[in-house]
């Protein structure tokens, strides 16, 4: 599914003009591929049970305006992508014959969502007056985009027993079952305003820029094998993975100018915001964004190999600017007054998990056995703004100008493999056993896990601003730059066995590995007759915000759990058994500040 829609808003007038442009568009599809109600598959070909999505939104949004006086643009955009994709075996209604026997060729049982949502929203507006005795000219600039993506993608095989023998029996053909989903949002939402003006007489002149961008990417991931009988000679494999990918781009630029015989003035105010929210809904609250691969009380026979794997890979790129300026020149008094701000808060939550969890008949046995869990999550926020204010005038002149730009991450997730309530001994006969979770939480680091990829999160926050003031009897310039950044990790990491019976033929090995990687850079810059700069860094790793009105870090703990254990749980290898948990954590954190006084009148 393809929607391509570009919508555009323009107008323009001697005095005053407006004009908006307003999109909003949902794709929802549900595509599901079946074997049920007592069907029987016999083939010597192989078997493929196939549902497959790809959804691509594009939204162009832009407003534009011009006039004389008052002009007014403004973009809103909001985007949809809701998909069910769901591909499976139900063999429930077969309790004395095979579900599916194949004599020749693998069995594929698989799910794939991709979805694409594309967004970009601009608004943008012009005010200009240049009259001869008296003017005014103001301009607002605006634009929303709001993109969501709600994806769950489910492949398995439920209910495939015989009482004479397997339920699905594969001969010499693999058996794999694969969800995998995809999630990607690119969104830009961009706000420009300007308004200038010139007067023999008293001058005022107006300007407001805004952008926003909400994005949000919501969903579950399961692949599995509940209530079944599979046997094969060759390999089983079990495989959920989630991609999903934010990148934003949110800028705002406010100029105000003018001059006039008389007083005058300037005012501009330039803010950006964005929301980018993975595993939590549009509010900012947490939902169930899971990706999960088990079995589930089934008796797996393989001569080859059993994998479970259930992979998350969460990635958020935003970059988030705003600008202000507001200059004034006049003969008597003038004042200038500008100030930007600019603002990211992004949040990433996910639960991955790879098990199995009871068996029946024979239980669970192949030549190697993994089972393993990995999630990767990502953040790189860059937030900066800048505000000048320039006042020249021949008796009184005043300028005041304020940046602030903030930086708020958290990453929240729990990665668990483990082995759980099996009656015969989960074996290895051939080979090794291995129950890994990894969690690579990594904040502009360098971590690497052992399949060689790398995750990379950067947190930055910059804000600079200057006010000058030029008066033939008084002069005064204010300014203030503030910069926050603050980074949360919280991360559970756990492999186990409890409650059961491993065995193999060379090593068993139970692991798990956590690695959290925070990197801050905040900065502040201030210039003008009284000046002020502050900046702020806050990094916590398994230490929860509170949530009180000073924002501080209280006694809020959370530390990070890193556990390989075995609980009730007999191990019968002939290599050697391995039981490692291993955490490193890194903070790395550069914060700097700065203040210029400057001032200059006739006296």
Do not use: C, M
């Not at 060759?234 to 999903?244: F, G, Q, R, V």
């Not at 790129?317 to 930007?340: E, K, N």
């Not at 701000?341 to 939550?349: D, Y």
């Not at 703004?385 to 002149?397: E, N, R, Y």
Request: hydrophobic share 40%; net charge negative.
């Amino acid at each position: 599914t393809q929607v391509v829609n570009v919508a555009i808003a323009a107008a323009g007038a001697k005095s005053i003009a407006g004009s908006a442009a307003i999109a909003s568009n949902t794709i929802s599809n549900d595509v599901t591929a079946k074997i049920i109600n007592g069907s029987q598959i016999d083939s010597g070909n192989g078997a493929e049970v196939s549902a497959l999505d790809s959804s691509t939104l594009t939204n162009v949004t832009v407003g534009a305006a011009g006039s004389g006086t008052f002009a007014a643009g403004a973009s809103i955009s909001s985007s949809v992508i809701d998909n069910n994709i769901t591909a499976y075996i139900d063999g429930s209604s077969n309790t004395d014959t095979e579900t599916v026997k194949l004599t020749g060729g693998d069995l594929l049982v698989s799910a794939v969502n991709d979805s694409t949502l594309n967004s970009v929203a601009v608004g943008a507006a012009l005010g200009a007056n240049l009259g001869s005795s008296g003017s005014v000219s103001a301009a607002i600039g605006a634009s929303i985009a709001r993109n969501h993506i709600t994806s769950d993608t489910n492949a398995y095989i439920t209910g495939a027993a015989n009482s004479t023998g397997a339920g699905i029996d594969a001969d010499s053909g693999s058996v794999t079952v694969t969800a995998l989903n995809q999630a990607d949002i690119d969104a830009y939402s961009i706000a420009a305003s300007i308004a200038v003006g010139s007067s023999s007489g008293s001058g005022i002149n107006l300007s407001g820029g805004g952008a926003e961008a909400t994005n949000t990417i919501e969903g579950g991931t399961n692949a599995y094998i509940s209530g079944s009988e599979v046997e094969t000679s060759a390999n089983i494999t079990i495989t959920a993975s989630n991609i999903a990918d934010i990148h934003a781009e949110v800028a705002a630029v406010s100029v105000s100018g003018g001059s006039s015989s008389g007083s005058g003035g300037s005012a501009s105010i330039g803010a950006a915001l964005t929301y980018n929210y993975i595993g939590y809904d549009k509010d900012g609250s947490k939902t169930d964004f899971e990706v999960h691969a088990y079995s589930l009380n089934s008796e797996l026979d393989a001569e080859g190999d059993l994998t479970i794997q259930a992979k998350a890979d969460q990635t958020i790129d935003a970059g988030v600017g705003a600008g202000s300026a507001a200059v004034t020149s006049s003969s008597s008094s003038g004042g200038a007054l500008s100030g930007a701000g600019a603002s990211a808060l992004n949040l990433i939550a996910v639960d991955t998990r790879a098990y199995i969890s009871g068996d029946k008949g024979a239980g669970v046995e192949a030549d190697n056995i993994t089972v393993s869990a990995l999630d990767i999550s990502q953040i790189d926020a860059d937030v900066g703004s800048a505000s000048l204010a320039v006042s020249l005038a021949g008796s009184s002149a005043l300028s005041i100008s304020i940046g602030i730009g903030l930086a708020r991450n958290q990453i929240r997730s729990s990665t668990q493999a483990y082995v759980e309530d099996t009656t015969n001994a989960v074996t290895a006969t051939t080979g090794e056993l291995k129950i890994r979770s990894a969690t690579e939480s990594d904040l502009n680091g360098n971590g690497s896990i052992d399949d060689g990829e790398r995750q990379q999160i950067e947190a930055t926050a910059v804000a600079v601003s200057i006010a000058i003031a030029a008066g033939g009897s008084n002069a005064i310039a204010l300014s203030g730059a503030g910069a926050e950044a603050t980074n949360v990790i919280l991360t559970k990491t756990n492999a186990l066995a409890e409650d059961t019976s491993l065995s193999s033929a060379t090593h068993t090995t139970i692991e798990a590995l956590n690695t959290s990687y925070i990197d801050a850079k905040v900065a502040a810059v201030s210039g003008g007759g009284a000046a002020v700069g502050a900046s702020i860094a806050r990094n916590l790793i398994g230490w929860d915000l509170a949530s009180g009105d000073s924002g501080a870090a209280a006694d809020n703990s959370s530390p990070i759990e890193v556990k390989a254990y075995l609980h009730n749980t007999t191990v019968d290898a002939t290599g050697n058994l391995t039981l490692k948990a291993d955490s490193s954590q890194i903070i790395d954190s550069g914060v700097g500040a700065g203040s210029v006084g400057i001032a200059a009148n006739g006296q």
